[in-house]
């Protein structure tokens, strides 16, 4: 079964530092994964995708993530936070063939002023 | 503006009862989504529709039932054979009807079962 896997519940780190949230997959075959975030009580906001090419992809709010196929991994990167950037992030994979997502467990970022 | 409107937002329930949760879209996406997201276990999902008059089960089917009669509407009813009901429930739809698209979410729906 294919599968994500966010193995930190939360991560800490101070303003203008950067951050990393992890994500790694299970899959058979080239993945199709992505990243949201949400916020308190609301829906999750679409932040960046990887499909093919290259394996830094930018996304929205000055986001990016890099996969590596040889470690399976697909982490969320900023290079420099904002309190504002506190929230809840998933890493998610679409299921080969079907139009399965599957999500990971979240991890929760705060960023400390 | 295009999107997923969810409703009600809140909503509580009695034991044994059935609670239908709305979710319209005006995106003209064919594919939509139903998941549960409880604390700690991020979102799982209940039922996705790829197109009108046909649904498939996710990993949590059990207790919950759905129809697609309009491309526009995907409402879920969580019946009283559902035994922990108590969630936040998402609704979303594809943006693409290619492989490659991503999910558009509404703003979801809060059930509390008394």
């Known amino acids: 079964a294919q599968s994500v896997a966010q193995p930190e519940d939360q991560v800490n780190v101070a303003e203008g530092n950067p951050l990393t949230v992890k994500c790694t997959y299970s899959?058979?075959?080239?993945?199709?994964l992505f990243w949201y975030v949400q916020y308190p009580n609301r829906g999750l906001q679409f932040l960046l995708k990887?499909?093919?090419?290259?394996?830094l992809v930018k996304g929205s709010y000055g986001f990016e993530a890099e996969f590596n196929k040889s470690q399976t991994s697909f982490h969320l990167k900023k290079p420099s936070a904002l309190v504002s950037d506190s929230a809840l992030y998933f890493c998610?994979?679409?299921?080969?063939?079907?139009?399965?997502?599957?999500f990971g467990t979240g991890t929760r970022l705060k960023v400390l002023a | 503006d295009g999107g997923i409107t969810q409703s009600p937002k809140y909503l509580f329930r009695k034991e044994g009862q059935n609670v239908t949760l709305s979710c319209e879209q005006n995106l003209n996406h064919d594919a939509m989504y139903w998941y549960r997201q409880d604390p700690g276990q991020g979102l799982r999902l209940i039922y996705y529709?790829?197109?009108?008059?046909?649904?498939q089960k996710g990993d949590i089917a059990e207790g919950y039932s759905v129809s697609r009669e309009k491309k526009e509407s995907f409402p879920l009813t969580v019946t009283s054979a559902q035994k922990n009901p108590t969630a936040f429930y998402l609704c979303?739809?594809?943006?693409?009807?290619?492989?490659?698209?991503?999910?558009?979410f509404g703003e979801g729906s809060r059930l509390t079962v008394l």
């Open positions: 529709s790829q197109i009108v008059n046909d649904f």
């Open positions: 899959v058979s075959g080239n993945p199709y």
């Open positions: 990887y499909i093919t090419g290259d394996n």
């Open positions: 979303a739809s594809l943006t693409s009807g290619s492989l490659t698209g991503e999910l558009f």
């Open positions: 998610a994979v679409r299921e080969l063939g079907t139009y399965k997502y599957i």
